[in-house]
Each structure stands twice: as structure tokens, then as C-alpha cells.
């Protein structure tokens, strides 16, 4: 996919953005912890009650929705190199999406050191906040802050991949075909 003389950058740039994703995402699976309060503490899974096993069931039954719904966004992949160089010989450039992927890609790696050093430097004081994957700090802590944010992360994850994959099926500018996921 690189240009001759820029394969190391490439691989680079490559092994940079997946290995951003590990924290990012561990960050954002304990703060979806805070929909499961008994699944929370050690306490919790030992206490083995059916409300356990029911959280824990809804646990597993959503991570695979979610896991199973990433493949809608194969369509976004160029398929062969061919392909990826018939891109690269039309020179389409977006000057939007460009800023869009370097601004996402700082705030996330802001936002999963800022709440990693949180938990971590300040265990004592803010490891306990649901917004950061505690339990709760008090027992009227509010958990619709933890919505907001799950919210946000999935209509960013679904939104972004709807607009380049879906919309233009939508607006008559591409053919839905089941070649598409293939």
C-alpha cells in the first residue's frame, strides 16, 4: 500500500495505531464495568447469585453484539492491493477526514492517559468514581455520566463507519450487493 521508499513508515504508522488501541480499550471496558456493579468486586463474583450469573450472562451476550457488529465496517477495507492502488493513483484527499482521524486519534490517547493516570496516581481519591470504572464513591453516585460516555464512544464507533460504508448505499451512489462483506 506504501509508496516505494516509505515502507517503514507505513509499518510504523501501523503498529503506533494498534498499540494506541490496547489502553484506550481497556480503559473504556472498566468504565463499562460501572452497568455491573456486582461484577465489579471480588465480593460480587464470589456471592456466585443468580444476579451474578444474569449480569454476567448480559456481559458476555454484549461484548459479542458488539464484537459481531464490527464486521459491518469490512466494507471500509480495501480489498486487494490493486484496489489500494487504484486509490492511491486517483489522489483523492480529504483535508476533513484528515484533521478528523489525527484530532480523534489525540483525544483519545489524552483521554486513556488522563484516565489511567487518574486510577492509578490517584487510586485513593478517584479510583472509586463510576466515570472511571469503580464501583461508585458513594451510593448516590450517579451513573448517567457513564452513560453519556458509552453513548458517545458507540455513536463514534457506528457513526463514522455508517457514514462511509452505509450512506452512500442510502443516497443511490453505491449498489448494496452481498459482495460488499466479501
Not at 1 to 28: D, H, K, Q, R
Request: glycine letters at 6%; one cysteine or more; aromatic letters at 14%.
Amino acid at each position: 500500500v506504501s509508496e516505494p521508499g516509505f515502507e517503514a513508515i507505513t509499518y510504523a504508522l501501523i503498529t503506533t495505531a494498534n498499540n494506541a488501541t490496547i489502553p484506550l480499550s481497556i480503559v473504556i471496558s472498566y468504565q463499562f464495568m460501572a452497568f455491573f456493579p456486582d461484577l465489579n468486586t471480588q465480593e460480587g463474583l464470589a456471592a456466585d447469585t443468580p444476579e451474578v450469573r444474569r449480569d454476567m450472562a448480559l456481559l458476555i451476550l454484549i461484548v459479542e453484539a458488539v464484537n459481531l457488529s464490527s464486521l459491518f465496517a469490512l466494507p471500509m477495507l480495501v480489498r486487494q492491493k490493486k484496489e489500494a492502488q487504484a486509490m492511491m493513483k486517483e489522489g483523492k484527499e480529504s483535508a476533513f477526514w484528515a484533521k478528523f482521524t489525527i484530532v480523534s486519534a489525540l483525544i483519545f490517547l489524552l483521554y486513556s492517559t488522563v484516565v489511567t493516570f487518574l486510577t492509578v496516581a490517584g487510586a485513593d481519591t478517584f479510583g472509586c468514581l463510576k466515570i472511571l470504572g469503580g464501583p461508585g464513591c458513594t451510593e448516590d453516585e450517579s451513573s448517567i455520566p457513564v452513560y453519556i460516555l458509552m453513548g458517545a464512544v458507540f455513536l463514534y464507533c457506528y457513526c463514522v463507519n455508517f457514514y462511509h460504508t452505509f450512506w452512500p448505499i442510502i443516497k443511490g451512489e453505491r449498489k448494496f450487493t452481498c459482495s460488499t462483506f466479501f
